[in-house]
Structure formats: C-alpha cells, structure tokens
C-alpha cells in the first residue's frame, strides 16, 4: 500500500532534522517547517523515509497511508 | 412570512428585533409546541432541503448529524456555537439575543436526532445580551429538556469558533484547535462524538421540523434554496444583520432603488475568510453559496462590506491580515511564521514603506501556508489575501513604488484593527 508524509503541525517545532536528512523528498520553509508534496514514497526510498520519522525530535512526521494524507477535514 | 424588498422574515419574523428576546409564551403562540419526528425522518427531511451549515465553512448539516447518528453505539454531544468570532459578522448574536427559543428548539432537535446526552450552549463571552438571552431561555425551559444542558462562555477570540477549538475549550479551557484526525464526529467534548453546530442552522432546523422541506425551499431565487442571515457593512443605508432569500443580488441588497452602490468599488464578501471582489463583478451576482464558489467566491459567515471609493484597499488588507496574524491560535509553525510575515509585510506596503521583496514575498508566503495548519485558519487568511491582491494589485504596485496611495493621493496608516467600518448593530454595542 503507498503511504505518504503526514505531519502534526502543533507537534512539530520546525527543528528540520527531516528536511535536512532527505532534502529530495522534504523541502524546508524559510522557518524550517517541512513542505510535503502529498505524493506517495517510492517503494525503493521507503527506508529514507522512515529515518527522517524516527529523527524527529517531536514526534511530530509520520508515515500513513496515502488515502489518509488526502482525508484533511 | 413576510417580505420587504429583497428583506424575507422567516427567523426573524415575529416581535422586531430591537424589542427584547422573543418569550418562550411569544414563541408558542407564533410557532406552536416544538413538534417530534423520527431521528431518520428529520435528517431526511434536512437533507431534502439542501440546508448547509452557517457558521462560514457551509458543510451540509444532514451530512453532518448522519455520521453521528450512525455510530455504533454510545453517547454523544451536541455543542451550539454561538462564538461569533468574526468582528464584521453580527448575525449569530443578533439571533441569540432576540430569537433563544427558535436555538433551542433546533439544538433539542439535533440532539434528539443524533441521541446525544448533552447539549452546551457555547456563546462568545462578550456577547453579553445574547449571553443572558440564551441563559434565560434556557432556564424557561430547563424543565422539558431531556438533555443536560450547560452554558460555556467562548473567549473572544476569532479561532474559538472552530469546532475542534470549541471542543478543546469546554473540555480543557484552551479554545485551540486539535490535530485532525480523529475528527470531533469521532471524539469531541469528553470524549464522545460532538455535533457543532452554527446557532443560525439549528434555527433554520426549528423552522424545518414545523413546516417541512418544501416551505424552507420555497424560498430562493437562484441555485440555493432558502433564506439566510447576512450583515451588510458600509452601505449608505440599512446596514446591520438582514434576512434575505438566497440568491438576492448585492444591488437589490444594498438599496432596492439602485444607488446603494454608488461609489462602491469593492466588496468584501463572506468575512475575513472570504474574498474581495470588485463591485463591477459582483453587483449583479446572485448572493447565494453554489453561485458564489463557482466564480471563486465564497458565502462564509454572510457577511457582506462595502468598500468605498476613497478608501484605500491596501490599507484595509493589512488591517485585516495583521487581525488575522495576530488572532491565530498560535500552535502550528507556517501559520505563526506566514500569517506574522504577511501582516508586517502588508503593513509596510500601505505605510508607503515597502521593501524591495515585499509583495513577491507577500504571494509566496500566502502559497506557502495553505493546508499547513491544524486548522483552516491560514487558508482562510491565505485566501483573502489573494484575492486584495486579484482586486487592489495595482494599488498595491502603486504604494510599493511610490510609496503613496492612489486612492487617497496621500501616505496612509494602516488601522491597527480592522473596523472595515462600524457596524451599527441591531443587537447592542458590545
């Protein structure tokens, strides 16, 4: 199943640890919060990916299913 | 029923609005006893009406009480959102203050309809006369309520109206928004399933249940059926919260003999969550949600302002967007960060003291903060501020280059708060 980013915008505190450890996957803003395409993970980069969730300090980035990344109410 | 004008009484039929609150004896009289249908059959009945939510966001309220009624099993919660946070919007304290029972009956039904255990009546804090109407009305009918009810004051704040907000605030005190999913429908006051709803819906309920959803769509004069409140601000004449059919033209709206746009050249339309529109475009333009979002406008909260030919468009968006900076909740990074650059940015603009980068900043920024919230807060800003830039961009090239404005011919100050203009309200100064 494809997944994507999703992120806790009241945890997170723009550290950009993410940002910085897979720049091809998250942009940062100005302020260092994580810009997120919204686009599944490649299968082949899937293991990237779950080091920068593991890196951030709040707890804040996590992997979920796609269909959840679009379902925002 | 009753008309004048493009003016059509349905909640506000019945004793005129600068008398006291409608009695709960004045309320029988003219409507009857509360009548009972079937949970199914009143959300049916809502449904058929088409009747959307009017707190800005104009989600469907069938939909809505659906998903809750439809749970497995357990308690739920119906919260009756009377914030009003929105300065330019006066129609939810004007309803309160002078129309309780036609709250109540609504918010009985929804909970009767949902089987929900508790009803709280969360009104914005300083909406005092309406604070003491919906307390008194409530303690005339404690008796009949199968419901526990309780009132909650919402600080007065423009987020404490978001719904998750409003949930966080009964149960913790802090009216922030939380983190989607789980949504309030799931998990809300206590930990139940929670309706929020607009307290004009749940009047417009009390109507539906007596006289059915073919009366409530006889009204409506263009896609959307029915009535609705608006608050017309900066008008000539006849400012304040109307009742109008759905689809009424702003020009019928704002001087049924035609001259109530006369110097008019913008208009902002559904609150500070809604767009700026030229008067050309928008005079003749059905007010009505289904017509207003297929030209990339929006009904929001109702509220309609008129901005005047010698007042400076720039001056009012940074007024705005600085209220908006200022008012966030403050949790969500983009959102503080965004939302505090655009308002000092805009700021500097209509001060005549641009820096080079400023409006090139100021549209990225607005890109930059959509859909990175817990809440809708930025994209609402966000949206508002695009469109002054679609309307006033001249404008705001001409202060950025010259420093001065066009409109005035002079150098402005941008008011610190947004009192687009005073709203003469029916209701009280508060």
């Given at each position: 199943m494809d997944q994507a980013f999703r992120v806790d915008w009241i945890l997170c505190d723009g550290y950009g640890l993410c940002g910085d450890l897979v720049p091809d996957l998250i942009d940062l803003d100005e302020w260092r919060y994580p810009i997120l395409d919204g686009q599944p993970v490649a299968r082949d980069r899937m293991g990237d990916a779950q080091r920068a969730v593991d890196c951030c300090p709040m707890k804040a980035l996590q992997l979920v299913a796609l269909a959840e990344v679009r379902r925002r109410s | 029923m009753s008309r004048m004008?493009?003016?059509?009484?349905?909640?506000?039929?019945?004793?005129?609005?600068?008398?006291?609150?409608e009695s709960l004896a004045q309320h029988r009289a003219r409507l009857g006893d509360l009548p009972w249908l079937a949970p199914r059959d009143l959300i049916d009945e809502i449904d058929a009406t088409g009747l959307l939510?009017?707190?800005?966001?104009?989600?469907?309220?069938?939909?809505?009480?659906?998903?809750?009624?439809?749970?497995?099993?357990?308690?739920?919660?119906?919260?009756?959102?009377?914030?009003?946070?929105?300065?330019?919007s006066?129609?939810?304290?004007?309803?309160?203050?002078?129309?309780?029972?036609?709250?109540?009956?609504?918010?009985?039904?929804?909970?009767?309809?949902?089987?929900?255990?508790?009803i709280i009546f969360y009104v914005g804090s300083e909406h005092l006369t309406a604070r003491r109407a919906i307390g008194h009305a409530v303690d005339e009918r404690r008796h009949?309520?199968?419901?526990?009810v309780r009132l909650f004051g919402a600080p007065p704040t423009y987020v404490a109206g978001e719904a998750s907000a409003a949930v966080n605030a009964i149960d913790t005190g802090q009216a922030l928004p939380l983190t989607k999913p789980p949504s309030i429908a799931e998990r809300g006051v206590d930990g139940a399933p929670t309706l929020v709803q607009n307290v004009e819906s749940l009047a417009y309920v009390a109507l539906i249940a007596r006289g059915g959803a073919d009366w409530y769509r006889s009204a409506g004069l263009a896609?959307?059926?029915?009535?609705?409140?608006?608050?017309?601000?900066?008008?000539?004449?006849?400012?304040?919260?109307?009742?109008?059919?759905?689809?009424?033209?702003?020009?019928?709206?704002?001087?049924?003999?035609?001259?109530?746009?006369?110097?008019?050249?913008?208009?902002?339309?559904?609150g500070y969550f809604g767009t700026w529109a030229t008067a050309l475009t928008v005079r003749d333009l059905p007010l009505d949600p289904a017509v207003l979002s297929s030209v990339g406008l929006t009904f929001g909260c109702g509220m309609v302002g008129l901005l005047r030919e010698d007042e400076c468009g720039v001056a009012i968006t940074a007024a705005v967007m600085s209220f908006l900076a200022d008012e966030r909740a403050g949790r969500c990074g983009p959102c503080v960060h965004g939302l505090a650059s655009i308002g000092d940015a805009t700021r500097r603009v209509a001060q005549g003291e641009a820096g080079t980068s400023d409006l090139v900043d100021i549209e990225r920024w607005t890109?930059?903060?959509?859909?990175?919230?817990?809440?809708?807060?930025?994209?609402?800003?966000?949206q508002l501020m695009a469109s002054a830039f679609d309307v006033f961009g001249d404008e705001f090239l001409h202060h950025a280059r010259t420093g001065r404005c066009s409109v005035a011919d002079r150098r402005v100050e941008a008011p610190h708060r947004p009192?687009?203009?005073?709203?003469?309200?029916?209701?009280?100064?508060?």
């Amino acid at each position: 199943m494809d997944q994507a980013f999703r992120v806790d915008w009241i945890l997170c505190d723009g550290y950009g640890l993410c940002g910085d450890l897979v720049p091809d996957l998250i942009d940062l803003d100005e302020w260092r919060y994580p810009i997120l395409d919204g686009q599944p993970v490649a299968r082949d980069r899937m293991g990237d990916a779950q080091r920068a969730v593991d890196c951030c300090p709040m707890k804040a980035l996590q992997l979920v299913a796609l269909a959840e990344v679009r379902r925002r109410s | 029923m009753s008309r004048m004008g493009v003016t059509i009484e349905r909640l506000l039929a019945g004793p005129p609005v600068d008398a006291a609150a409608e009695s709960l004896a004045q309320h029988r009289a003219r409507l009857g006893d509360l009548p009972w249908l079937a949970p199914r059959d009143l959300i049916d009945e809502i449904d058929a009406t088409g009747l959307l939510g009017r707190g800005g966001a104009g989600f469907p309220v069938a939909r809505k009480w659906r998903t809750i009624a439809g749970r497995p099993t357990g308690r739920a919660v119906v919260v009756v959102n009377g914030a009003e946070g929105e300065p330019a919007s006066h129609k939810d304290r004007l309803l309160m203050a002078h129309r309780p029972h036609l709250i109540i009956d609504g918010a009985i039904l929804a909970a009767e309809a949902i089987g929900a255990d508790e009803i709280i009546f969360y009104v914005g804090s300083e909406h005092l006369t309406a604070r003491r109407a919906i307390g008194h009305a409530v303690d005339e009918r404690r008796h009949e309520i199968d419901q526990r009810v309780r009132l909650f004051g919402a600080p007065p704040t423009y987020v404490a109206g978001e719904a998750s907000a409003a949930v966080n605030a009964i149960d913790t005190g802090q009216a922030l928004p939380l983190t989607k999913p789980p949504s309030i429908a799931e998990r809300g006051v206590d930990g139940a399933p929670t309706l929020v709803q607009n307290v004009e819906s749940l009047a417009y309920v009390a109507l539906i249940a007596r006289g059915g959803a073919d009366w409530y769509r006889s009204a409506g004069l263009a896609e959307t059926p029915g009535t609705a409140l608006v608050t017309l601000s900066g008008a000539a004449a006849g400012n304040g919260v109307r009742e109008i059919e759905l689809g009424s033209t702003l020009r019928e709206l704002t001087d049924p003999a035609g001259a109530g746009l006369d110097g008019v050249r913008a208009v902002l339309v559904g609150g500070y969550f809604g767009t700026w529109a030229t008067a050309l475009t928008v005079r003749d333009l059905p007010l009505d949600p289904a017509v207003l979002s297929s030209v990339g406008l929006t009904f929001g909260c109702g509220m309609v302002g008129l901005l005047r030919e010698d007042e400076c468009g720039v001056a009012i968006t940074a007024a705005v967007m600085s209220f908006l900076a200022d008012e966030r909740a403050g949790r969500c990074g983009p959102c503080v960060h965004g939302l505090a650059s655009i308002g000092d940015a805009t700021r500097r603009v209509a001060q005549g003291e641009a820096g080079t980068s400023d409006l090139v900043d100021i549209e990225r920024w607005t890109g930059l903060v959509r859909g990175r919230g817990a809440c809708h807060h930025p994209d609402g800003a966000a949206q508002l501020m695009a469109s002054a830039f679609d309307v006033f961009g001249d404008e705001f090239l001409h202060h950025a280059r010259t420093g001065r404005c066009s409109v005035a011919d002079r150098r402005v100050e941008a008011p610190h708060r947004p009192d687009l203009h005073v709203v003469p309200s029916r209701t009280e100064a508060a």
